[in-house]
């Protein structure tokens, strides 16, 4: 019996050989009712691709893709892991993407992301681009943001708030009787996460009537001891009376902490530090670094087990809200002066 070709199920079916290579291999490129058709009668005619296109077929590649700013950071690292670990052991595989920290320039990596067929997708951060966000939506594909928070209504977010994360924070400083705070911030356009931050600083410091007393210096996510040594300096020098910095990552207190231990700044006797993540070496610091404990890895498992009833029973991916927790140690203190009037 001689083995039905695509060129047969083409003509049989009153389109291109173009088009049922489509139908298999780029099924987002073929309308649905021509896409339906070409796969029926393929089918009736005993029409058998390979493997891989057998797969695209049933549109499931178990591939999930994941978006994120970069693999440098732990937290990141620790929720990709958890994610991963919970998809692996159902038979998935999860492909990475970073596309740095500004989420306005993720629609063509994630495009072409979707476009090889991923079955899922988790997005760290909010999706800002109105046509990425309808794009996703159209495919129908089962889609999380992760790490922040959002009231999207088209994509939900398993994630904190990073405005409430920081306002405890400040609002801890503030208690230790300090009035004059500044923060050290990582870049805040397209980064919904810094956006937060910042606003729940400025906030908290204008509801005490402190925030004249402030200042934010935004620094890229590079080289964080040359970072850390230009934020202090600004710091310093526009808020000479600083008594505590807010940092909105753990690596940037460290950083700072560090030009501290340079400068002979005591910490934090003269200047109190204060972190966000709370990294698995920040309670080995020298002093132990007061932070905000992230639930990362809760937050990755838990959004994988989401997708997984999404793909697996076609349940809507449910948003969720973790919270976040204070830890204070050493890096904080009473303010120097107050405690010597």
Do not use: W
């Not at 505590?244 to 950083?255: K, L, Q, R, T, Y």
């Amino acid at each position: 019996m001689k083995k039905v070709s695509v060129k047969d199920v083409a003509q049989a079916a009153g389109v291109s050989v173009a088009t049922v290579s489509r139908a298999y291999n780029l099924p987002d490129k073929v309308r649905d009712d021509v896409r339906e058709k070409v796969i029926g009668i393929a089918e009736r005619m005993g029409y058998s691709p390979n493997p891989a296109a057998q797969a695209l077929r049933r549109q499931r590649s178990h591939t999930i893709g994941v978006v994120i700013p970069s693999l440098n950071y732990a937290i990141f690292a620790r929720l990709v892991e958890s994610f991963q670990e919970v998809l692996v052991a159902a038979g998935y595989n999860v492909l990475v993407l970073t596309t740095g920290y500004d989420n306005h320039n993720m629609f063509g990596p994630v495009k072409r992301l979707i476009d090889r067929g991923i079955d899922g997708l988790m997005v760290v951060g909010q999706i800002f681009d109105e046509g990425l966000r309808q794009y996703i939506v159209d495919r129908k594909l089962p889609c999380v943001t992760s790490y922040s928070y959002t009231d999207d209504p088209l994509i939900p977010s398993i994630g904190f708030d990073n405005f409430e994360a920081t306002k405890k924070i400040v609002e801890h400083l503030i208690k230790m009787g300090h009035t004059h705070i500044s923060m050290f911030a990582g870049p805040s356009h397209g980064n919904d996460r810094q956006q937060e931050r910042i606003r729940a600083f400025n906030e908290t410091l204008t509801t005490h009537g402190l925030l004249g007393n402030a200042v934010i210096v935004e620094r890229e996510y590079t080289d964080a001891a040359r970072q850390g040594a230009e934020a202090l300096k600004i710091i310093r020098s526009e808020r000479p009376d600083t008594t505590a910095i807010v940092c909105n990552s753990d690596v940037f207190a460290f950083s700072i902490i560090s030009e501290c231990i340079k400068l002979g700044i005591c910490v934090p006797d003269e200047m109190s530090v204060a972190g966000f993540d709370d990294d698995s070496y920040t309670s080995l610091f020298n002093p132990p670094l007061t932070t905000v404990a992230v639930p990362a890895t809760e937050l990755g498992k838990h959004a994988a087990r989401e997708m997984l009833n999404a793909l697996t029973h076609r349940k809507q991916i449910m948003a969720s809200r973790f919270e976040t927790h204070l830890i204070v140690r050493e890096s904080t203190s009473t303010p120097f002066i107050k405690a010597n009037a």
